[in-house]
């Protein structure tokens, strides 16, 4: 499985980005998928996951209302949609895959993981 993840950039406080992931080599509705972000000097977190189906999902309270994650299997496809962004959002943002039916929200579910994409939210 390989994971590509694209559409960062760099943006003002208070703006949109769509990021995307596409995984390749297997057929996603198989994995569970997350979003995931390593700010400068931080821990990696979550800030989104979808499941298999698409009919679960997971936000923390720091994105939640803000960002939406949704999944297209047809195209193997994951999307992130982040509106109202904040300075403290600024982070590499990073797509993964994983056979697990858990909590979605731990990086020890995830097996792939792609080479993350930088967002960076200017004041």
């Known amino acids: 499985v390989q994971l590509q993840a694209y559409g960062g950039g760099l943006v003002q406080a208070g703006n949109s980005l769509r990021l995307s992931c596409a995984l390749s080599?297997?057929?996603?509705?198989?994995?569970?998928m997350g979003w995931f972000r390593q700010g400068s000097g931080k821990e990696r977190e979550s800030v989104a996951a979808i499941s298999q189906s698409g009919d679960v999902t997971y936000y923390p309270d720091s994105v939640k209302g803000r960002f939406a994650i949704s999944r297209d299997n047809a195209k193997n496809t994951m999307y992130l949609q982040m509106n109202s962004l904040k300075p403290e959002d600024t982070a590499i943002y990073y797509c993964?895959?994983?056979?697990?039916?858990?909590?979605?929200?731990?990086?020890?579910?995830?097996?792939?993981w792609g080479q993350g994409t930088l967002v960076t939210v200017s004041s």
């Open positions: 080599g297997r057929t996603s509705s198989n994995y569970a």
């Open positions: 993964a895959a994983g056979r697990t039916y858990g909590s979605f929200r731990l990086l020890t579910e995830y097996d792939y």
